[in-house]
């Protein structure tokens, strides 16, 4: 089975797809073992490529095959997601510390340079509607 951009638009491909696609196969390709694992690696869109381009006895399949690795991959991606989230606590809660603090200083400094603006702002249409 030959692939081609021209096959990807048919099919509904979003344009970055394409656009990948064809950075790497310019005049499409042939499928093959070597290529697929080469367009994962890219980060082309492998269940949206066997949604639309497998027959549908092999879509079924693939499915039911596919739902095991998913559940292993949300598995180990919960396990680090909240292992981050363990780490992030600390170091989240420090920062919010120091930056209240420095949010603070920021605006105690730009209060008076605020005021200043609004007060020339406003001499600045003063002199414009004078003046007319």
């Not at 497998?54 to 949300?74: F, K, N």
């Not at 989240?92 to 603090?101: C, D, S, T």
Request: glycine share 4%; with cysteine; hydrophobic share 40%.
């Amino acid at each position: 089975m030959k692939i081609t951009a021209k096959a990807l638009r048919e099919k509904g491909a979003c344009p970055e797809q394409v656009e990948l696609f064809v950075s790497e196969w310019p005049e499409g390709g042939e499928v093959t073992e070597a290529g697929l694992l080469r367009a994962a690696k890219i980060g082309l869109d492998m269940g949206w490529f066997a949604r639309h381009f497998l027959p549908s006895p092999l879509w079924a399949e693939y499915e039911r095959q596919d739902a095991p690795l998913w559940a292993e991959y949300d598995r180990q991606d919960a396990s680090l997601l909240a292992e981050y989230l363990r780490q992030r606590a600390p170091i989240l809660a420090e920062y919010k510390r120091q930056n209240a603090a420095l949010w603070a200083e920021y605006e105690r400094q730009r209060a008076p340079l605020w005021e200043e603006y609004k007060r020339q702002n406003a001499l600045l249409i003063w002199r414009l509607l004078k003046d007319k």
